[in-house]
C-alpha cells in the first residue's frame, strides 16, 4: 500500500477510517481529534466499500511526483456513513462514467518501486451490474 | 476600517523573466510604491512581505538592496491570499495605532508546469492525489451540476478575461483567443482544457498603507474599506483546504464567503455597492464559483450572470478588468497585491481603454491552498 494505514489490503478491502463519538461524524484518513467538533473521542472505523459517484475527472499528465501511468481517474465517492471521499478512480474515461452510479473500492497497481517490488493503493471502480 | 488608506502603489509586470531575481522584482515594484506615496527612508515602521516560493528572508533582501531596514520585517505565507494577509496585518496595525505607515509588497518566481506544493504528503503525489489541476476540474465538474455550467461557459470566462488582458501592459498573455481556440487547446483535466488554467509565473507588486490625512504622495488616496482573511471550515471535500474526505451537508459556508461576509460587513458596503472585481480565476470554473461565494449573483446563478455580459467590461460589474490571473498569470506572493494595485488605478482612474467608467467601491479576492482566503474592498 502507498502508505500504511489508509485501506486494508484484503480480499475484502476497507478504507481504514475513524468515528467521533461525540458528534458521529466519520473522518477518512482517521483522525485522532474531530476535525468537525473538535472532541479527542475517535474511534477506528472499517468505511463501507461501496457508495456513488459524486464527482469526476482525470488526469492526463504526470503530476510532481507521479510514477504511475497516464491517464488515470481522479474522483470523489459519497459513502453511506455521509461523507464524500477524495479517491483514484479505475475508469479513466470520463465520458464513460455517469453521476450517482454505483462504485466499489478495489486495490490495484500504481507503479514498481525502485527495488522492483510493486506498490498499490486504493481506488474505485464502477460496481458491474 | 475606516482611517487606512493606499497611499501609493507599484507593480513588476507578471511574466517569465530569466535575468530577474526574485528580490530584483520586489526592488521594482516597491521602488515604484514608495516613489508614488512620496515615502522615504524613515517613512514606514513595518514591512509585511507575501512570498510563498520566496525562501527564506525575501522581505529582508528586497528592503536591504533599497537601504531601508530596521524596522520589523515579516514575511508571510497564505498561498495565493499571500498578498492578502500581509493587507490585513498591516491595516489593523496602523488601525490599532502602532504605526501610521507600513509597506506592502509580495514578489515570486514560480518554478514552470504543475505547482509542486509542500502541502501535499509525499504518498498523495505518489498516488497521483496531488494534482492540482484535478481538483479544479471536479469542482468545475461540480458547477456543471449545480450552476449549468456547460464548458461553453468556461470558454467564455477565457475569452472574456483574456480580451480585457490584451490592453494590459504588465499581463503575461497580450493577446484575445476565440472560444474555438480555448476548446481546441489540449483537455488537462475534463472539463478544463489548458486555455482554461492560469499560469503559475514570475512578478511583483507592493503597496504603500498609511494613516487617512498623513498621505503626502503625488497620487489621490484610495481608502481601504476592509482587508479580511479566512481559514476554511471542515466539511467541503472540494475546499482548498484540500481535504481527502467532507460531509455530504453541503451547508457549510466557503472560505471565501466567510471573507467575503466579514469584508462587506466591515466596510459597511455589499455586492451592490461594488464598481468593479478582480477575483481569483486561477481555472475558469474558479471565477464563476467566486462570483457566488461573493454573493455578485444568488447560488447557482453564476452562468447567468456571465451570459448577460454584467461581468464584461461595459457591463454592469466588470470582473477581472486587468484581464485576471488567465491573463497575467500567476505569482502566488505577489497575485493578491497585483489586483489590489489594478484596483486602486481602476479607482484612481488610471487604466486607459480597460478602465471601468466612475468606478466607486473594488473588491479583490484571492483564495488558495491552507484554506486561505482574501477579500479586500477599497473606496474612491
Redesign the interface.
Known amino acids: 500500500m502507498v502508505r500504511e494505514g489508509l485501506c486494508r489490503d484484503a480480499p475484502e478491502p476497507a478504507l481504514l477510517g475513524s468515528r467521533c463519538l461525540d458528534c458521529g461524524a466519520h473522518q477518512f484518513p482517521a483522525h485522532v481529534t474531530c476535525p468537525y467538533c473538535a472532541g479527542d473521542h475517535t474511534e477506528p472505523a472499517d468505511l463501507s466499500p461501496t457508495g456513488v459517484l459524486w464527482a469526476w475527472t482525470a488526469v492526463t499528465a504526470a503530476p510532481p511526483g507521479y510514477r504511475g501511468e497516464v491517464p488515470y481517474g481522479m474522483g470523489v465517492i459519497e459513502l453511506p456513513e455521509g461523507i464524500r471521499v477524495i479517491t483514484r478512480l479505475t475508469e479513466s474515461d470520463p465520458s464513460a462514467l455517469r453521476a450517482g452510479q454505483a462504485m466499489e473500492l478495489r486495490v490495484v497497481p500504481l507503479h514498481t518501486d525502485d527495488d522492483g517490488s510493486p506498490v498499490v493503493t486504493f481506488a474505485f471502480a464502477p460496481t458491474p451490474s | 476600517m475606516s482611517g487606512v488608506v493606499i497611499a501609493g502603489v507599484g507593480l513588476h509586470p507578471f511574466g517569465r523573466f530569466e535575468g530577474a531575481s526574485t528580490t530584483d522584482m520586489g526592488v521594482h515594484s516597491v521602488r515604484a510604491a514608495l516613489h508614488e506615496a512620496g515615502v522615504g527612508r524613515g517613512g514606514f515602521q513595518a514591512a509585511f512581505c507575501g512570498t510563498a516560493y520566496g525562501g527564506v528572508a525575501t522581505g529582508h533582501k528586497v528592503l536591504s538592496r533599497l537601504g531601508l531596514t530596521g524596522m520589523p520585517i515579516v514575511d508571510i505565507e497564505a498561498g495565493c491570499a499571500s498578498g492578502g494577509a500581509a493587507l490585513q496585518l498591516a491595516a489593523g496595525a496602523i488601525r490599532g495605532g502602532q504605526y501610521d505607515t507600513v509597506l506592502v509588497f509580495g514578489t515570486e518566481k514560480m518554478p514552470k508546469?504543475?505547482?509542486?506544493s509542500s502541502f501535499?504528503?509525499?504518498?498523495q503525489?505518489?498516488?497521483?492525489?496531488?494534482?492540482?489541476?484535478?481538483f479544479f476540474?471536479?469542482r468545475a465538474?461540480?458547477l456543471a451540476?449545480t450552476s449549468g455550467v456547460t464548458k461553453a461557459h468556461l470558454a467564455q470566462v477565457v475569452v472574456k478575461n483574456r480580451r480585457h488582458g490584451a490592453s494590459n501592459p504588465v499581463a503575461m498573455f497580450q493577446k484575445e483567443v476565440t472560444a474555438e481556440e480555448v476548446l481546441a487547446s489540449?483537455?488537462?483535466?475534463?472539463?478544463?482544457h489548458l486555455f482554461m488554467l492560469c499560469s503559475p509565473n514570475e512578478g511583483a507588486a507592493a503597496v504603500v498603507l498609511t494613516r487617512a490625512g498623513a498621505s503626502a504622495g503625488s497620487v489621490p488616496p484610495i481608502g481601504l474599506a476592509s482587508a479580511v482573511l479566512r481559514s476554511h471550515l471542515?466539511?467541503a471535500?472540494?475546499s482548498e483546504s484540500t481535504?481527502?474526505?467532507?460531509?455530504?451537508?453541503d451547508s457549510v459556508p466557503s472560505p471565501t464567503t466567510l471573507a467575503a461576509t466579514a469584508a462587506y460587513e466591515e466596510a459597511g458596503l455589499g455586492p451592490d455597492d461594488l464598481s468593479v472585481v478582480e477575483c481569483q480565476d486561477t481555472d475558469a470554473a474558479r471565477e464563476l464559483l467566486s462570483y457566488e461565494e461573493l454573493g455578485l449573483c444568488a447560488p447557482g446563478g453564476s452562468a447567468e450572470l456571465l451570459s448577460s455580459g454584467a461581468t464584461e467590461l461595459g457591463g454592469r460589474l466588470p470582473v477581472n478588468p486587468s484581464g485576471g490571473l488567465l491573463s497575467k498569470g500567476e505569482p502566488l506572493g505577489a497575485s493578491a497585491l497585483g489586483q489590489v494595485v489594478e484596483l486602486a488605478r481602476q479607482l484612481r482612474g488610471e487604466c486607459g481603454v480597460r478602465q471601468v467608467p466612475h468606478a466607486r467601491v473594488a473588491l479583490s479576492h484571492t483564495v488558495g491552498r491552507g484554506a486561505n482566503a482574501g477579500v479586500v474592498i477599497l473606496t474612491r
Open positions: 508546469g504543475i505547482i509542486r501535499f504528503e509525499p504518498w503525489e505518489e498516488a497521483g492525489l496531488a494534482a492540482t489541476p484535478a476540474a471536479l465538474h461540480r451540476q489540449r483537455v488537462v483535466c475534463e472539463p478544463l471542515p466539511g471535500v472540494l481535504p481527502l474526505s467532507g460531509l455530504t451537508d
